[in-house]
């Protein structure tokens, strides 16, 4: 069966550090991938999805970058962190082919900036 | 034209009662309708989804009615219960647009024993 795995579950960070955020995923091979950030319990907003190694799409502007250096593996990262950087951050999968294909959620990264 | 829109946006029912949250969207090249269960510090898990061709999909207590015309999709949760306590996304995609998911605002549901 197919897992996915993020990590940190909880991360405190100052204004200015670097992030990095990463999430697996197991049991399944070249599946597309998606962050997300959910403000205050709510709204999904879709910040990167990648279809392949190397292969990333930005939805919205912003000081986060994703990398995509292994099939299975996303990284979403900063330079610098800036307060309106906080939130849950969710990793999500899923398979490629055919009509509605959903998507797979990891339990995410519950990020603060101080 | 690539919002969802839900409501209410919180919705208190009574244990044994039915549980029912909107969900409207205009462009018409969605394909594929699933509603998430989001508990407290998890990920959204899917609960049920249904693709415009069928009008009612039904798994166990949960059953999405779908209307094409009027481009509304409406979850229901017949004999609600304290443990179906949790936020509720109804999202919507096209296959034609790399099947990213649009989500609406979600609704805070809570079951009274």
């Known amino acids: 069966s197919q897992t996915i795995h993020q990590w940190p579950a909880t991360l405190v960070q100052p204004v200015g550090s670097p992030l990095s955020l990463e999430c697996t995923v197991e049991g399944t091979s070249n599946p597309n991938l998606y962050w997300y950030r959910q403000a205050a319990g709510r709204g999904l907003q879709l910040l990167f999805y990648s279809v392949g190694i190397g292969q990333i799409s930005s939805e919205v502007p912003q000081n986060l970058s994703a990398s995509r250096p292994q099939d299975r593996q996303f990284i979403l990262s900063s330079k610098k962190l800036l307060l309106s950087d906080s939130g849950f951050y969710l990793c999500a999968w899923s398979v490629k082919t055919g009509i509605g294909q959903p998507q797979h959620f990891g339990d995410g990264t519950r990020l603060s900036i101080l | 034209q690539q919002q969802v829109k839900q409501s209410p946006q919180s919705l208190i029912v009574q244990k044994g009662g039915i549980s029912i949250i909107n969900c409207a969207y205009e462009n018409t090249a969605f394909d594929y309708f699933p509603w998430y269960q989001q508990f407290p510090g998890k990920g959204p898990a899917l609960l049920i989804a249904i693709r415009p061709d069928v009008s009612e999909k039904k798994e166990g207590r949960f059953t999405i009615s779908f209307n094409k015309s009027a481009k509304q999709f409406s979850l229901h949760i017949m004999d609600s219960q304290p443990g179906d306590s949790a936020t509720y996304f109804c999202?919507?995609?096209?296959?034609?647009?790399?099947?990213?998911?649009?989500f609406g605002q979600g609704t805070e549901l809570s079951v009274k024993p």
């Open positions: 999202a919507a995609s096209s296959n034609n647009q790399g099947g990213k998911l649009i």
